[in-house]
């Protein structure tokens, strides 16, 4: 079971169809919901599971933020008629705990059991704070054999500084998952070459001419309740990455480097002989958003 990260990447590149657990924080954005559909729909991606993620924004509580992603999270399910489980998050955070122990509920117990009764990797996709990964492998250190963290966040490492916001929502979380070895793919952000590329446009979701429940909920629903829908419309789909890893590698330059350090005061420290990570270095934005509105227009 147990896999380098040259394997890892190997079995990245390669067309065998990968499991997914999908860790959202659904509710402050709308790319996670198209993220969704990408994993459920893709022929490189079983969709085993969702996990709902909370996130800390001014004006909410973290239990009204959990609620949110939770609720998001099954309407887009809905309008897949999906009905792979939809697993609540965590109320606190790792970064919150007195000692920086794990924190325990449904989302991160579905990582644990899902991994341990894996007969081969499980890729779990998390894009917003690390809650969840981090508190399964502090909770049960065996499934780093078996799991690979596929994390959507933070600067590039050029910068020298992690202050970000998927990363502040539980800092101490990153820190534990980069520093415990399991196999991690760092999708940066904001960097020249990050996730803030994958920017969608009006003419995207005019590709979404089906008449489906998920045609009508992508193309008009969804958008609609954060923007009106004109010529210029525009959202920048970060999390899309997560997905667009497995379902299409060849729109991102990947490489193998020792694994930084998230410093207490928000810095890269780099030492070249920590164990190795992926990490994206370029994306294809017309690759990756091409492949997510394929799959979605082929559900009619």
Not at 53 to 82: F, M, R
Request: charged share 25%; hydrophobic share 40%.
């Amino acid at each position: 079971m147990k896999m380098s990260i040259e394997e890892i990447l190997e079995d990245i590149r390669s067309d065998r169809v990968k499991k997914v657990i999908y860790d959202a924080d659904s509710g402050c954005d709308i790319d996670d919901q198209y993220a969704i559909a990408h994993a459920f729909v893709s022929p490189r991606m079983e969709l085993l599971s969702v996990n709902s993620t909370p996130y800390i924004v001014e004006g909410q509580t973290i239990d009204e933020a959990l609620e949110n992603s939770y609720n998001e999270n099954n309407k887009v399910l809905k309008a897949l008629h999906c009905t792979v489980p939809n697993c609540i998050g965590c109320t606190e955070t790792v970064s919150g705990q007195p000692d920086f122990g794990p924190v325990d509920c449904p989302a991160v117990r579905n990582i644990v059991d899902t991994a341990m009764a894996s007969d081969e990797i499980i890729y779990v996709l998390s894009t917003g704070a690390l809650t969840h990964a981090a508190s399964a492998i502090l909770m049960e250190p065996a499934i780093k054999d078996k799991i690979c963290v596929i994390w959507v966040g933070c600067t590039g490492k050029e910068s020298g500084v992690t202050d970000e916001f998927n990363l502040n929502n539980d800092y101490r979380a990153g820190q534990i998952v980069l520093n415990s070895g399991v196999p991690f793919v760092f999708l940066p952000s904001f960097c020249s070459y990050g996730t803030i590329n994958l920017k969608a446009v009006k003419a995207d979701l005019d590709k979404l001419t089906g008449t489906s429940d998920a045609a009508v909920f992508f193309r008009e629903y969804l958008p609609g309740r954060f923007d009106i829908i004109n010529e210029e419309w525009s959202s920048i789909f970060w999390d899309v990455a997560s997905t667009g890893v497995l379902a299409v590698p060849e729109g991102f330059k990947l490489s193998i480097i020792p694994a930084p350090v998230f410093t207490d005061d928000k810095r890269y420290v780099f030492d070249s002989t920590r164990h190795k990570i992926i990490y994206m270095e370029g994306i294809d934005k017309d690759i990756v958003l091409g492949d997510v509105f394929r799959c979605i227009q082929s559900l009619g």
